[in-house]
C-alpha cells in the first residue's frame, strides 16, 4: 500500500517538476519577427509624401464592383452553375437553412 501512495505521488510530482519557476524575457523579445515583417515591405514609408491618398470607396461604387465580381463566375448559354447541371436552390418546406442542390433537366 506504502509502494502505491509512493508511485502515485512520483506520478502526480513528476510533471510538476517540468514547470519552470520564473522566465525572464529578454528585451529583444520577438524583435526578430517584426524586423522580418519590415524587411518585406516594399516601400516602409508608403504614406508619407503621398498626395492623394485613398479613403475607400462609396456604398454604391462597392456594391456595383462586387456584383461585376460576382457575375464575372456566370457561365453563359447553358444556365447551370454546376457542370452536372444542377443549380443551388434553397430547400423548399425546411427550416433549417440548407441548401440542397437542384439536379432536375428543364
Same mark, same amino acid.
Given at each position: 500500500?506504502?509502494? !502505491?501512495?509512493? !508511485? *502515485? ?27 522580418? !515583417? ?10 508619407? &509624401? ?17 456584383? *461585376? ?8 448559354? *447553358? ?6 447541371? &444542377? ?8 427550416? *433549417? &437553412?440548407?441548401?440542397? !442542390? ?5
Amino acid at each position: 500500500m506504502k509502494s !502505491i501512495k509512493l !508511485i *502515485s505521488g512520483i506520478i502526480v510530482l513528476l510533471p510538476l517538476s517540468a514547470c519552470q519557476s520564473y522566465w525572464e524575457a529578454h528585451p529583444d523579445l520577438g524583435s526578430s519577427v517584426n524586423s522580418a !515583417i519590415q524587411a518585406q515591405k516594399v516601400n516602409p514609408v508608403a504614406p508619407e &509624401g503621398n498626395p492623394k491618398p485613398t479613403k475607400g470607396l462609396d456604398g454604391p461604387a462597392a456594391k456595383a464592383s462586387v456584383d *461585376s465580381y460576382q457575375r464575372s463566375f456566370e457561365t453563359k448559354g *447553358s444556365g447551370s452553375t454546376y457542370p452536372g447541371g &444542377g443549380a443551388l436552390s434553397p430547400s423548399s418546406g425546411s427550416s *433549417s &437553412g440548407i441548401n440542397t !442542390i437542384n439536379t432536375t433537366t428543364k
